[in-house]
């Protein structure tokens, strides 16, 4: 048990390096080509080492085309985001996914929610109100708006997960979802045209980033979660990947130099405080 939660501590660090790693690239790359070149890799990696436990056919792959998606369009936004927002608002309001589940789990499956759940949202909406505007009224910036609805479709990707895990290998639907992921990044790219950004894309630290970001921040922790959040409780699980945004928030002070205003970790507070009521349930 405790190695498991070690590892899991492991995965949740290296989802929270991508978002520095992902400001550091954005500049030279498009989302598209980053989205492409993340999935591709870890797609051709993953087949290299599992080909054998993979089993294809029709209905995994419908199943693996929805997860694919889910996962393909909140990465989308989450890269587009960035763009316009620090990786710390990007970390904090992505983790509110945690509190979108609850909803879609009772749409889906007819659960019940739990009296504590509004009182979730409106604090986590009033957090990302105070992190993204400091207190301004009506300033919203709109890299943080679409990255509310990145957490909102991978609060999708994870019901996805969930139910269709229930009936299909896993192994199969990691594969499914990376190669559809890949195969969007891959269409918007050839659709846009332009995958590089400036001159100096080739400079030896932003391909390292984006190695970083491929191994460390695709493959590895996607092909891992998997089969670690079957060995340990799900409000466990829920309870450390509340560290990502925290690590995301550490690595950007320390690479990117990052700082927040007062009113700003108000609303970092106010954000985990929704989240940890949304997990009590």
């Keep these: 048990m405790k190695r498991m939660t070690g590892l899991l501590f492991v995965i949740t660090f290296l989802w929270g390096s991508t978002f520095i790693f992902s400001k550091v690239v954005l ?10 070149i993340r999935f591709f890799v870890s797609a051709l990696l993953f087949f290299l080492v599992f080909h054998k436990q993979i089993r294809l056919d029709k209905k995994v792959i419908r ?44 749409l889906g499956w007819k659960k019940r929610i739990s009296r504590t759940i509004p009182v979730s949202i409106l604090l986590s909406l009033g957090g990302i109100y105070l992190l993204s505007t400091g207190g301004a009224l009506l300033h919203l910036n709109r890299g ?26 896993t192994f199969t639907l990691v594969f499914m979802q990376f190669v559809v ?21 080739l400079r030896w630290d932003v391909i390292g980033a984006l190695a970083v970001l491929t191994l460390f921040g695709t493959f590895i922790p996607f092909a891992m979660q998997f089969f670690i959040q079957k060995r340990i409780s799900p409000t466990v699980a829920g309870i450390i990947y509340l560290s990502e945004p925290v690590f995301a928030t550490l690595l950007a002070f320390l690479i990117l ?25």
Aim: contains cysteine.
């Design 144 to 169: 943080d708006i679409l990255t509310l609805f990145c957490g909102a479709v991978f609060a999708l990707q994870i019901y996805l997960i969930s139910y269709y895990g229930r009936f299909y290998d």
């Design 27 to 36: 500049p030279h790359f498009s989302p598209a080509f980053i989205l492409f």
């Design 181 to 201: 992921t890949f195969v969007m990044g891959l269409a918007t790219a050839l659709f846009q045209g332009a995958v590089v950004r400036g001159t100096d894309y």
């Design 63 to 106: 199943a693996g085309l929805f997860i694919g998606l889910a996962n393909g369009a909140a990465m989308f936004l989450q890269l587009i985001g960035l763009q316009f927002t620090t990786a710390t608002n990007s970390g904090f309001i992505t983790s509110v996914y945690i509190v979108f589940v609850p909803i879609l789990e009772y």
């Design 257 to 281: 130099g990052e700082r927040l205003a007062t009113l700003q970790w108000g609303g970092i507070f106010l954000i985990l405080g929704g989240i940890l009521i949304s997990i009590r349930r």
